[in-house]
C-alpha cells in the first residue's frame, strides 16, 4: 500500500544537540516535517501543539527522561498516542521491558543505524495513520447503527442511551431533566390519503422542521417510533421545555404542510412535554411515561398544541412508597378552545 508522508510531523526529543541535529537533517531530507525538543518537559509541551504522527524520544534526558514522558503521555492522551520511537543507549533486558510496559512500540540503539531507522519510521507512521483511519471509519459506522435511516435524526436505540446517560447525570450534577414527545397529528390519515412514500417524506420534512428549532448541541430530537418523535432536553426546567414545545408546535403549523383531511388542512403535532429532577428512587420510564400521558392530555384537548407535566418529588409521607409521584399539570394550548 503506497504511503504519502510529506505531510507526517515527527516529534524529535533529544538533549544531545548534535544527535537532536543530525536527526532532524535525516528526517528533513525523507521529507518528514520534524519538531525539535530539547528536553522532556519541551516534548511534552510540543507534542500537544504540533499533534504529530511519531515520536522520537531519547530515553536519557536529565530532569525528565523517556520513560516519564510516554508515561505522561499515555495518561494525558487517554489512549490516543502517536506511536513513540525510543532512541537508547540501554540494551539490557529490565530497559526495554520498561520501554514496553510504558507504550513505547519499538527502539533504535545508538549509535543509530539510519537505514533501519528510515525502515521503522516509514513503518509505525503508515500504521499510525491506518489505526486513525480505522477507528473513523469505527466512529461513522457507530453513528450509522444510532441514526434513523428514514429522518437522519437519532434513532430509538440512541434515544434510549442518550436519555439514561443524562437521567445519570441530572442526578449526580441535581440538574432538571425534560423531555417533549411530538405527534403527528391524524397522520393514518394522511397516509390513506397521499399513500406510504407521501407519509415517509412527511416524516421527513417533520423531522428537519424539529432538528432546527433545537439550538443546543446537548438537546437531541429523535424518533421515537412510527410518527412519534422525542425530543431530550437535558438541564432544561418545565418552563423552558414549554418554551421549545411551543416553538415545535408553531413551526410545524407555520410550515404549512397540505393535509386535506385534517381539520385545518394542513399537518400539525401535538406535544406532551414532562420534566423532572432525577432522583434515586425514579426511573428514566417514568418520565416517558409522564410526557406520554400530557400527549395523551394533548391530544384530548384537540391536537396542535402541547400539554406539559411536571414530576413533583414525593411528600415525606409518600417517600416510603419507592417511585411515589404526584404530577402538577400545567397546561399550554396553540389554540385555545372556545
Not at 406539559?308 to 414525593?314: F, G, N, Q, R
Request: glycine share 6%.
Amino acid at each position: 500500500m503506497a504511503a504519502h508522508f510529506d505531510s507526517a510531523v515527527i516529534l524529535v526529543a533529544d538533549d544531545d544537540p548534535f544527535i537532536r541535529h543530525m536527526l532532524t537533517r535525516y528526517l528533513q531530507r525523507e521529507g518528514y516535517q520534524v519538531v525539535e525538543a530539547p528536553h522532556g518537559e519541551a516534548a511534552l509541551d510540543l507534542y500537544f501543539c504540533h499533534l504529530p504522527d511519531l515520536v522520537l524520544l531519547d530515553a536519557l534526558m536529565p530532569v525528565v527522561d523517556g520513560f516519564e514522558v510516554c508515561r505522561r503521555l499515555q495518561t494525558l492522551t487517554q489512549g490516543t498516542l502517536a506511536p513513540v520511537l525510543m532512541i537508547t543507549g540501554l540494551e539490557d533486558e529490565k530497559s526495554v521491558d520498561q520501554a514496553f510496559e510504558i507504550g513505547v512500540v519499538d527502539y533504535v540503539t545508538k549509535p543509530i543505524n539510519w537505514a533501519v531507522l528510515r525502515q521503522r519510521v516509514r513503518r509505525l507512521i503508515l500504521q499510525h495513520r491506518l489505526e486513525i483511519q480505522l477507528r473513523e471509519a469505527n466512529y461513522q459506522l457507530q453513528q450509522l447503527t444510532l441514526i434513523d435511516s428514514l429522518t437522519q435524526v437519532a434513532n430509538r436505540r440512541r434515544f434510549d442511551e442518550y436519555l439514561l446517560q443524562e437521567w445519570g447525570r441530572g442526578g449526580r450534577e441535581q440538574l432538571p431533566l425534560s423531555l417533549v414527545i411530538c405527534d403527528i397529528d391524524h397522520f393514518k390519515a394522511y397516509n390513506d390519503h397521499y399513500g406510504h412514500q407521501a407519509g415517509d417524506r412527511c416524516l421527513q420534512e417533520v423531522a428537519k422542521i424539529l432538528s432546527q428549532c433545537i439550538s443546543r448541541p446537548a438537546d437531541i430530537v429523535t424518533r421515537y417510533g412510527g410518527e412519534e418523535f422525542a425530543v431530550i432536553l437535558p438541564n432544561t426546567s418545565l418552563e423552558g421545555a414549554t418554551v421549545i414545545s411551543q416553538r415545535l408546535v408553531t413551526a410545524v403549523q407555520q410550515r404549512g404542510l397540505p393535509h386535506p383531511t385534517a381539520p385545518r388542512a394542513i399537518v400539525t403535532i401535538s406535544c406532551g412535554v414532562a420534566s423532572v429532577l432525577p432522583r434515586a428512587d425514579y426511573l428514566p420510564s417514568d418520565l416517558v411515561f409522564t410526557a406520554d400521558q400530557a400527549l395523551y392530555q394533548a391530544k384530548a384537548q384537540g391536537r396542535n398544541q402541547y400539554q406539559a407535566i411536571y414530576v413533583m418529588p414525593p411528600s415525606p409521607r409518600q417517600a416510603c412508597d419507592a417511585g411515589a409521584m404526584s404530577a402538577a399539570p400545567i397546561l399550554g394550548s396553540l389554540w385555545p378552545e372556545a
